[in-house]
């Protein structure tokens, strides 16, 4: 009876202890690779998502500097052809102003 016993005891004991060393090292190891997979994946991913806005963004800002000079040159073209009109000469030369009379002449 005294055998009996202590075989149940013993099996109370062996269904109580937690797993074997070399299964938890197991478990932690699998469980540390895809830890370290899943942080290589998503920094991946980040790094590619990253790459492409600033892709997009280097092409909008190409083509808003290349606006900004067409912009820049017809801003001087408009300037020059300002001055033009309002110079002295042009306005001298203009039909408007040689068809008028000089205020000196009472003819």
């Given at each position: 009876m005294?055998?009996?016993?202590y075989?149940?005891k013993a099996?109370k004991?062996t269904?109580n202890?937690s797993?074997?060393l070399s299964?938890?090292?197991?478990?932690t190891y699998y469980?540390?690779v895809?830890v370290?997979g899943?942080l290589?994946?998503?920094t991946?991913?980040?790094?590619?998502?990253?790459?492409?806005?600033k892709?997009a963004k280097?092409?909008?800002?190409?083509?808003?500097?290349?606006t900004?000079?067409?912009?820049?040159t017809?801003?001087k073209?408009?300037d020059?052809?300002?001055?033009?009109a309002?110079s002295?000469?042009?306005?001298?030369?203009?039909?408007?102003?040689?068809?008028?009379?000089?205020?000196?002449?009472?003819?």
């Amino acid at each position: 009876m005294t055998n009996l016993y202590y075989k149940n005891k013993a099996k109370k004991i062996t269904d109580n202890r937690s797993q074997l060393l070399s299964e938890e090292v197991k478990s932690t190891y699998y469980l540390l690779v895809g830890v370290i997979g899943f942080l290589l994946l998503s920094t991946t991913l980040t790094y590619l998502y990253i790459s492409s806005q600033k892709s997009a963004k280097g092409y909008l800002l190409d083509k808003l500097q290349t606006t900004y000079e067409d912009l820049t040159t017809e801003s001087k073209e408009l300037d020059a052809e300002l001055l033009d009109a309002t110079s002295l000469t042009n306005i001298d030369m203009s039909e408007t102003v040689t068809k008028m009379e000089k205020p000196g002449n009472s003819d």
